[in-house]
Each structure stands twice: as structure tokens, then as C-alpha cells.
């Protein structure tokens, strides 16, 4: 364990003996990091501030499930991805279409293409990414809207980095694939 998770483990041992105002601690380390996490997802600023309330009122209730041997950081990242799914589950928000911007795939064509083309093409990849394993839909949200890197996905979901890298290059086949038979009907 290094100094940094030592400093949250004993911010986490004071707030369940009871000091309850020790929480405040966790709350400035990680807002940041879970509001970003949660507008990014949900791309409207009032609802990422509440969802962001409501992860640390689950990170408080569920503390003493903590196991220290894991970084806090990823305990408390998972507690976010987790409630920010259900949060887009609950609102059918999932279906939402992708801006341009934030996609990065290695199949765009021209830049010239129309901007419907475009847009419906987006559409298509996120509704083929929708029907994937959480665990899957999880590295490649991380990997192309987060922009986190292949080591960072490794230490965030616990998988080895090879595995991030063969899962987002099997995602990346079965978007090209299910593309292109598309494109031929």
C-alpha cells in the first residue's frame, strides 16, 4: 500500500470509529475525479452535481465494505461507473447519440463527410457497443470518451493490459464488422 492509500485508509478507519466529518477528506480528494467521470457520461451539468452527491452518499453507506488490500481509488471509480449506469439505465439515456468530438475511431473517413452521415454512423456504433458486457462497455467508454490510457484501464478494472488491448480491438473488429455488413445490404 503506498503513502497515498495509507493517508485514505486512515481517513476511512476515522469516519467509521465515528468521525463522521473525516469524510469531508474523501469528498475533496475524489469530487473532481467522480464529477468529471459522471458529466462525461451524462453530458448535463445539475444532473452530474446530483449523481455526484449520490455516489459519495453510497461511498459513505458502503465504507465498511471497503477491502484495503484493492486502491480506494479503484473501489470508489467502480462505485461510480456502476451508479452512473444505472442512473443512464433509469433514464433510457443510453440510446443518446455520441458527439463527433469526443469519438476517435480509426474508421472515419473523409472529414468532408456530412455531418448526418456522421451522426448516423455514431449512432450505429454506440447502439452496437450497448449490447456488450458491462465490463467491456466499461473499457471502451474509458478508453474513447475518458481518453484514459491502456496501463490506466488495467489498474482502474483489474484486467492485465494485454486483455484491455484485446478487448478494445475485438470491440473495434465487431463495429468494423457489423459496419460493413450495413454498408452492403
Given at each position: 500500500?503506498?503513502?497515498?492509500?495509507?493517508?485514505?485508509?486512515?481517513?476511512?478507519?476515522?469516519?467509521?470509529?465515528?468521525?463522521?466529518?473525516?469524510?469531508?477528506?474523501?469528498?475533496?480528494?475524489?469530487?473532481?475525479?467522480?464529477?468529471?467521470?459522471?458529466?462525461?457520461?451524462?453530458?448535463?451539468?445539475?444532473?452530474?452535481?446530483?449523481?455526484?452527491?449520490?455516489?459519495?452518499?453510497?461511498?459513505?453507506?458502503?465504507?465498511?465494505?471497503?477491502d484495503?488490500?484493492?486502491?480506494?481509488?479503484?473501489?470508489?471509480?467502480?462505485?461510480s461507473?456502476?451508479?452512473?449506469?444505472?442512473?443512464?439505465?433509469?433514464?433510457?439515456?443510453?440510446?443518446?447519440?455520441?458527439?463527433?468530438?469526443?469519438?476517435?475511431?480509426?474508421?472515419?473517413?473523409?472529414?468532408?463527410?456530412?455531418?448526418?452521415?456522421?451522426?448516423a454512423?455514431?449512432?450505429?456504433?454506440?447502439?452496437?457497443?450497448?449490447?456488450?458486457?458491462?465490463?467491456?462497455k466499461?473499457?471502451?467508454?474509458?478508453?474513447?470518451?475518458?481518453?484514459?490510457?491502456?496501463?490506466?484501464?488495467?489498474?482502474?478494472?483489474?484486467?492485465?493490459?494485454?486483455?484491455?488491448?484485446?478487448?478494445?480491438?475485438?470491440?473495434?473488429?465487431?463495429?468494423?464488422?457489423?459496419?460493413?455488413?450495413?454498408?452492403?445490404?
Open positions: 500500500m503506498d503513502e497515498y492509500d495509507e493517508l485514505n485508509y486512515e481517513v476511512i478507519e476515522a469516519v467509521l470509529s465515528g468521525h463522521t466529518a473525516s469524510f469531508e477528506k474523501i469528498i475533496e480528494r475524489f469530487e473532481a475525479m467522480v464529477f468529471d467521470l459522471t458529466y462525461k457520461h451524462i453530458q448535463n451539468y445539475e444532473d452530474a452535481r446530483d449523481l455526484t452527491q449520490e455516489i459519495f452518499i453510497k461511498v459513505f453507506e458502503n465504507l465498511d465494505k471497503y484495503k488490500n484493492y486502491k480506494f481509488f479503484s473501489w470508489i471509480y467502480r462505485i461507473l456502476n451508479e452512473i449506469y444505472s442512473y443512464l439505465k433509469r433514464n433510457k439515456w443510453k440510446q443518446k447519440t455520441i458527439s463527433i468530438e469526443k469519438v476517435k475511431f480509426f474508421f472515419v473517413r473523409d472529414k468532408n463527410e456530412k455531418e448526418d452521415y456522421k451522426e454512423m455514431l449512432h450505429k456504433i454506440q447502439k452496437i457497443i450497448d449490447k456488450e458486457k458491462d465490463r467491456d466499461q473499457i471502451f467508454s474509458l478508453f474513447y470518451y475518458s481518453d484514459y490510457s491502456i496501463e490506466e484501464i488495467s489498474k482502474l478494472t483489474d484486467e492485465t493490459k494485454s486483455n484491455v488491448k484485446v478487448i478494445l480491438h475485438r470491440l473495434r473488429n465487431k463495429i468494423k464488422e457489423k459496419l460493413e455488413v450495413e454498408v452492403k445490404k
